[in-house]
């Protein structure tokens, strides 16, 4: 079911460092050239920090782990491709479509192609209303079952961050902050509210890692690594943005998986565009400390 590229196959073969990569990003993230400069950037970037990317995607019935530029051209530009988590996954596969992997698909096709760490942009949540629609993403459940270090700039800001966050407690799941004290909010570096863990610098992590495995804890680790100070947007600015993205979504009956890619896009509407801009700079951010962690865990193999 799974086929290497070149690359991640050299790769492996020689024991250097791969950094797990998302597709939805390409598919459902950004529109065409952008979607496809964006992940060439963020693969040169885990390529300039010493590891190799590997980018996860579905293509005609096959969890395709790296893609060639080719086929990076070829889903950049894919029309109905979809959106994939753990409830169809395999369903894909056995339809022989074409899917884009979210942080759930991701961690899963990572860790059985042997891949331990994963950059993404921020994971899914806890959705706003989510005591009357029962709105949780799977990525938080996938975190506490499947092993693999993921990088993220915390939950995306759309979310209901605290319960988010109580989920995440709840499951057993270490959220680890990235150098200060307090978890990131996606485009903001402050939420205001106190991480339960704290770590800097990416050896610790990659023991973290490592130890669980040791100890036989199933799951992965959450590392919730604020976007850079030149790039954010203050949670003051965003807060009214938000709500009234939100309000959009609620009244125009977006619902389910259509949430999150509606909110988005109105959020880079109503920021003229700074948000997409937040977005591609925290995630080549995560790309540098991903690559910097699975360089950590090559040698803690050795």
Known sequence: MITLSPEVQNAMDANQPVVALESTIITHGMPYPQNLETARLVEQEVRDHGAVPATIAILDGQIQVGLTDAQLEQLAQAKGVAKLSRA????????????????????????????????????????????????????????????????????????????????????GVPVIAYGQDQLPAFWSRASG????????????IARGHHLRGALGLPGGQLIANPIPVDAEI????????????????????????GVTPYLLQRIFELTEGRSLDANIALVLNNARLAAGIAAELRKLAQ
Do not use: N, Y
């Open 88 to 171: 169809d996954l395999a369903a894909c596969l056995a339809t022989g479509g074409t899917g884009a992997t979210t942080v759930a698909a991701t961690m899963i096709c990572a860790q059985r192609a042997g891949v331990a760490v994963f950059a993404t942009g921020g994971i899914g949540g806890v959705h706003q209303g989510a005591e009357e629609s029962f709105d949780i993403s799977a990525d938080l459940q996938e975190l506490a079952q499947t092993a693999v270090t993921v990088v993220a700039a915390g939950a995306k800001a759309i979310l209901d961050l605290p319960k988010t966050w109580e989920v995440l407690e709840t499951l």
């Open 193 to 204: 509210i106190k991480a339960p863990l704290r770590m800097d610098d990416a050896a610790t």
């Open 234 to 257: 203050p949670a003051a600015t965003l807060a009214p943005i938000i709500a009234q993205a939100t309000a959009d979504a609620a009244k125009h009956g977006i619902s389910g998986k």
